[in-house]
């Protein structure tokens, strides 16, 4: 890591400790806890759309199985907590994987319709065989580790923002190693890549496989903090929203996707007044950013500092 | 021979672009692949790099048939290339982009560049090395932490040899390096090319048009007219050979 990278990570540590010092509004420090949440998706997002090129629009449909998966191990069957999540993070993967194989070879438009495509399928799924079928299940065990269960706010608070860290730390390591190299190139050459030896396919597949693990990761999270489960959380409203947190953060920022994350979490919440016409802010916020902000904010304020220094 | 083709025919929709073209490189040759415009070079240059498949016929490389090999086995078999198009890696630093060319001899696993594994770092730390002698050796290590997209053509085209050199290749496929190059980076580039040959052992197969450079560095000529080998030899054969002769400048009346 560079760094800037350790001083960020210092920093965003810091804000995350004293932050529930400061804020007790229990509605703030939830909607706070579904930031990091939607952090973790946008962040695999990112690595698969800002360093590998490869645009998904079925994030929902891994942050849905991590969910589902989870609850379900735990709920019906009875395994900790901590191992329904691990499960069912592998499990993800392994379903990523196959979709990865053929969705792969496709790019651009195709793979973004491929990719949307999944996503659908899950929701459908989900909404026919999922436990409660529309309208869900609850009672999902709460988050527990070595016998302890978390139950109040601030822990949550805690638990989601340290897996946000945790990803984040990874992902900096990877983007910073020479895989992020390869990645880099892919994404300016695919041609020139292949003819200095980098398996573009295979490093497609293994980034994809990530970005599946941070949102299964996340739907578990979600899972266990939230206890209810419906399919409606897991539609392709969901992907979509992911992608604008990526882009609005800035794709090829890291900190992109919590900034993002953050922004997109907390409109509705500010958009209250506006009732179902969020939708058109939602709209006008993202043509803006892609009209006026084509790097993202992150960039942008980077290149301000710069300025100054 | 360190690359053979054997009777590569291959059209597009149709159109013959290559037909019967059998071509031995021996090792440790400059040999290079003249023609016309649409003589079909490029379209035999990328069928030797995999991106591109022949219709018919077989490439050997060091006596092994690799017509079924994925292109990036080829390059890691020691087989690199440049473009006629330019094709650096071009938001990346002029380093990055020699780097990057190590990754796949060296690949880790992802789970250890996840972590940042003392074995990642202690790698990453000697491609580092190895890519600033490879600035070094090219003459472009004062321009390292440029973005590539930045450098002037001439440059550009350097830095993909750069690139290509980082693949530690035994076989170099050069598609036009001097295309846009003036006359003093041309000489320049003369220069380069029969180094990597006489210092580093690499056979160079090229594609060039600019016969002053040609006549000067090659030990061996190919003319390829209409997808066909018309005529083969040095230097000195190929410039009286009546048939290249009637393709370069047409026949007399």
């Known amino acids: ?309 | 021979m360190i690359l053979q083709m054997k009777n590569i025919h291959k059209s597009f929709g149709g159109i013959k672009s290559l037909s019967e073209v059998t071509i031995n490189v021996a090792e440790g040759n400059i040999h290079s692949l003249i023609g016309p415009n649409g003589a079909g070079k490029t379209t035999l240059i990328n069928i030797i790099s995999g991106i591109e498949t022949a219709d018919e016929g077989e490439i050997y490389f060091k006596s092994v048939l690799i017509n079924k090999k994925p292109p990036h086995e080829r390059a890691k078999k020691g087989i690199g290339r440049t473009f006629q198009h330019i094709d650096v890696f071009g938001e990346m630093s002029v380093l990055e982009n020699i780097m990057v060319g190590f990754y796949p001899k060296k690949e880790k696993s992802f789970i250890k560049y996840a972590l940042n594994l003392p074995d990642v770092r202690k790698n990453k730390k000697e491609i580092l090395e190895k890519s600033k002698e490879i600035l070094n050796y090219i003459n472009l290590y004062e321009r390292r932490d440029i973005l590539a997209k930045n450098l002037p053509v001439g440059e550009q085209r350097i830095l993909e040899i750069g690139r290509a050199l980082a693949i530690e290749p035994s076989l170099l496929l050069l598609d036009e390096p001097a295309a846009g190059l003036n006359m003093r980076e041309t000489r320049e580039l003369g220069k380069l090319i029969t180094k990597l040959r006489d210092e580093r052992g690499i056979t160079i197969f090229l594609i060039e048009h600019d016969m002053d450079l040609i006549m000067k560095i090659s030990d061996k000529i190919t003319v390829l007219n209409f997808g066909r080998v018309i005529a083969e030899g040095n230097p000195l054969e190929i410039q009286k050979n009546d048939e290249v002769i009637k393709a370069y400048i047409g026949e007399e009346e």
Not at chain 1, 178 to 201: P, Q, R
Request: overall charge neutral; charged content about 10%; glycine content about 10%.
């Open chain 1, 1 to 309: 890591m560079a760094k800037r990278d350790y001083i960020s990570l210092l920093i965003f540590a810091l804000l995350i400790l004293c932050f529930p010092v400061f804020v007790q509004d229990n509605y703030i420090l939830t909607v706070t806890i579904f930031a990091a949440i939607n952090s973790l998706v946008a962040l695999g997002l990112t690595i698969l759309m800002g360093y590998a090129g490869q645009i998904s629009l079925g994030q929902a449909g891994f942050y849905g199985i991590g969910a589902y998966i989870s609850a379900i191990l735990s709920l019906n069957f009875g395994l900790p907590v901590v191992f329904s999540m691990f499960l069912s993070v592998i499990v993800s993967a392994l379903i990523s994987i196959l979709l990865a194989i053929p969705a792969l070879r496709l790019k651009g438009h195709y793979l973004a319709v491929a990719t949307l495509g999944f996503g659908e399928i899950i929701y459908v799924i989900l909404n026919e065989w999922g436990p409660g079928g529309p309208s869900g299940f609850g009672d999902i065990p709460q988050f527990s580790f070595l016998g302890y269960t978390m139950s109040t706010l601030t822990e949550y608070f805690y638990l989601s923002w340290f897996f946000v860290g945790l990803c984040m730390i990874f992902s900096m390591n990877l983007i910073n190693s020479m895989a992020g190299k390869a990645l880099k190139s892919i994404h300016d050459s695919e041609t020139a890549s292949v003819c200095i030896g980098i398996n573009v396919s295979k490093l497609k597949i293994k980034v994809f496989v990530l970005s599946a693990i941070f949102a299964s990761l996340a739907g578990c999270i979600y899972a266990h903090f939230v206890t209810f489960l419906s399919p409606s959380t897991f539609s392709l409203h969901y992907s979509i929203l992911v992608l604008m947190m990526v882009i609005i953060g800035g794709m090829r920022s890291l900190w992109g996707a919590v900034v993002g994350a953050l922004i997109i979490t907390f409109l509705p919440e500010a958009l209250r007044g506006f009732k179902e016409y969020d939708i058109l802010v939602y709209g006008i916020v993202l043509t803006l950013s892609l009209l006026f902000l084509r790097n993202g904010i992150v960039p942008l304020i980077e290149d301000l500092f710069r300025k100054k220094a």
